[in-house]
């Protein structure tokens, strides 16, 4: 089985940085792309970044654009996305995903989905 452990949720001001990291387990090896979800309250679950095994291929949100920054560590089977200039709407339980298909992740159907972490960015 695969587990993956969110962390590095909090509360931010508005204009603050997070840091978020997931850590996978488990058999990962034919699962190689990596993302982000995020789901604010009253709102569906949405994409927000995704990264391949190598890590060339990037895809991102068209909202957190030039804000956040997703990378991976495969030796220690961790995804991180770094959140920069936060703003209020970007306060969301967000979720770490892990799937063998890059297309099925981006379109919110990955294979393994974590318990999420909560990002609260106040005004």
């Known amino acids: 089985q695969v587990r993956l452990v969110e962390s590095g949720g909090g509360l931010v001001q508005a204009g603050g940085s997070l840091r978020l990291s997931c850590a996978a387990s488990?058999?990962?090896?034919?699962?190689?792309?990596m993302g982000w979800f995020r789901q604010a309250p009253g709102k569906e679950r949405e994409f927000v970044a995704a990264i391949s095994w190598n890590g060339a291929g990037l895809y991102y949100a068209d909202s957190v654009k030039g804000r956040f920054t997703i990378s991976r560590d495969n030796a220690k089977n961790t995804v991180y996305l770094q959140m920069n200039s936060l703003k209020p709407e970007d306060t969301a339980v967000y979720y770490c995903?892990?799937?063998?298909?890059?297309?099925?992740?981006?379109?919110?159907?990955?294979?393994?989905w974590g318990q999420g972490t909560q990002v609260t960015v106040s005004s």
């Open positions: 995903a892990l799937s063998a298909e890059m297309s099925s992740l981006r379109v919110g159907v990955p294979d393994y």
């Open positions: 488990g058999r990962t090896f034919s699962l190689p792309a």
